[in-house]
């Protein structure tokens, strides 16, 4: 049981071009969550899902996409990377339920340079 | 706006030591539950300890616990018999589902140094 995947661990990239992170989910949950961790500021959330094919903003959404086409997948875009989107990049996901647990992935070191 | 205060950016504790972390909230709500996350330098985010805003008995879990503070909107870990391996980054977090799609909320955090 691979709980939650991320994909990839470490990115670099130019100001200006664009990617896509991709979290998958194999417990069959129906919410899943990107944050951004950035130091002194927590875990913020960018967007989430309530469930395939819904998504919804979150407090820092802007510079950011997200797609749920399928319910084991949310995929983070970023369309023209700035310097100020340099984080760690957590993906997770759960029930839906407020007393249950995230279940995290290992997250993404993205640096724009 | 909910909101989670952790205003200790960091904590050092000798080991086997006691040290407690804080943890304040604001909410108009009155359903709701709290965390203490653990991430450790591996970056893995784990959970330590949950508390149901309905219940008046403290959460614990082996060497950690809560002081519950309802009224207050305070919750603090308390660790015990601090050990090497407590040293991370320490999460408060709160959610509630009473607006029909519920959010977790983190906050800023507080590092945990243990010392030898």
């Known amino acids: 049981n691979a709980g939650v995947t991320q994909t990839p661990k470490f990115r670099v990239l130019k100001t200006g071009q664009s990617m896509t992170l991709l979290c998958a989910q194999d417990?069959?949950?129906?919410?899943m969550y990107w944050y951004r961790q950035d130091p002194g500021m927590g875990l913020r959330l960018i967007h989430y899902?309530?469930?395939?094919?819904?998504?919804a903003k979150g407090e820092v959404p802007d510079g950011y996409n997200v797609s749920r086409l399928k319910k084991q997948n949310f995929l983070l875009g970023l369309e023209s990377a700035a310097p100020s989107q340099t984080s760690v990049y957590f993906c997770?996901?759960?029930?839906?339920?407020?007393?249950?647990?995230?279940?995290f992935g290992s997250g993404t070191q993205l640096s724009v340079l | 706006a909910q909101t989670v205060t952790q205003s200790q950016p960091e904590m050092s504790v000798q080991e086997a030591e006691t040290v407690t972390l804080s943890c304040t909230y604001d909410?108009?709500?009155?359903?709701?539950?709290l965390f203490w996350y653990k991430q450790p330098p591996s970056r893995q985010m784990i959970l330590v300890i949950r508390?149901?805003?309905?219940?008046?008995q403290n959460a614990t879990e082996n060497r950690f616990s809560v002081n519950f503070q309802k009224a207050a909107k305070s919750f603090s870990l308390k660790i015990s018999d601090s050990q090497l391996g407590d040293a991370a980054m320490y999460f408060c977090?709160?959610?509630?589902?009473?607006?029909?799609?519920?959010?977790?909320?983190f906050g800023t955090g507080t590092r945990l140094k243990v010392l030898a």
């Open positions: 899902s309530v469930g395939e094919g819904t998504t």
């Open positions: 909410t108009s709500e009155s359903d709701y539950y």
């Open positions: 508390q149901e805003a309905y219940k008046q």
């Open positions: 417990m069959n949950h129906e919410y």
């Open positions: 977090a709160y959610a509630s589902g009473a607006s029909g799609t519920y959010k977790y909320i």
């Open positions: 997770a996901s759960n029930d839906g339920k407020a007393n249950e647990k995230l279940f």
